[in-house]
DNA sequence: CTCAATAATAAGAACGGTTTCTATTTAGGA
DNA sequence: TCCTAAATAGAAACCGTTCTTATTATTGAG
């Protein structure tokens, strides 16, 4: 692996990750930095991304709506993920036993690395638009 | 939602997905039924496994390096996901209760209607690829 | 069986998220 | 300060998926 030198985008990309709950895409992290950063580009939020996340010092939530989706929490917790409006929330008391996973590894000859596990649904908010719109047809 | 009429192709589409335990993307089933079908369309592919999902005959496993994977079978079970080859495999005695889901959708307010558990890592050959690459370095 | 309505399709263009390319700038050790 | 290579901006390329349009296939009604 080549040497990692610090840069100020990749602090800032950082720590605007570690200041939300969101679960941001890195469309949404290019524009809230391009206030304070005019010339910053869309393939330097990627490439910092996909660097942080081989480094482990963030993590994959998967592809929702067709964007890339990551999580400064690194530690072992579920998501729950809106069909409808893309929001990603956590589920902080819901993750798999890290002993069970690795046994289930051991049994089958994997490595385990990593694991999701998203609940699929609607939100609340969302659960009344569905309401609201069956109602009027 | 509109009629669905039957057709030819979206049988044969569901006809391979449940003859196969490799969890296809859209491009694999394409290339498998051009043989039969010279005149499929890979958009025919697409607007039936979108279709079929939708009406829950089958189900989205996530995107796999790059592509949406299918499931032919429904039931809840878990999967595990190679990062280096992109196979996925049926983790048969590894699925979150089904109480468990709804209570939990209960409690936060939300209308669970599915899951994601993926287990991530290497498979067994991938892992001896990984350890002669390195011990070659 | 024939016909009409419309769902399904083929072919290819368009779309959009992500990656790649190249010249330039920046970080950081000597 | 100077040198080397990592990091960046800007834009083009990539590629999986969706959309468009003219044509074909399905299915119910008469």
Not at 10 to 36: F, G, N, V
Not at 47 to 76: C, K, M, W
Request: charge should be positive; proline fraction near 4%; aromatic fraction near 8%.
């Amino acid at each position: 692996m080549a040497i990692v030198r610090r840069s100020q985008k990749r602090d800032a990309i950082l720590r605007l990750m570690r200041s939300t709950k969101c679960h941001p895409s890195a469309d949404w992290i290019y524009q809230q930095l391009k206030e304070q950063y005019p010339n910053l580009s869309l393939g330097t939020v990627y490439r910092n991304l996909n660097q942080l996340s081989e480094q482990h010092i963030i993590r994959r939530v998967g592809v929702i709506q067709g964007q890339e989706r990551f999580d400064a929490v690194t530690y072992p917790h579920a998501h729950f993920v809106c069909n409808r409006c893309g929001t990603v929330m956590d589920l902080p008391d819901c993750a798999p036993s890290e002993q069970a996973i690795q046994s289930l590894g051991k049994q089958y000859g994997f490595m385990v690395e990593g694991h999701e596990f998203n609940l699929r649904g609607l939100c609340q908010d969302c659960k009344h638009h569905i309401t609201l719109e069956e109602s009027a047809s």
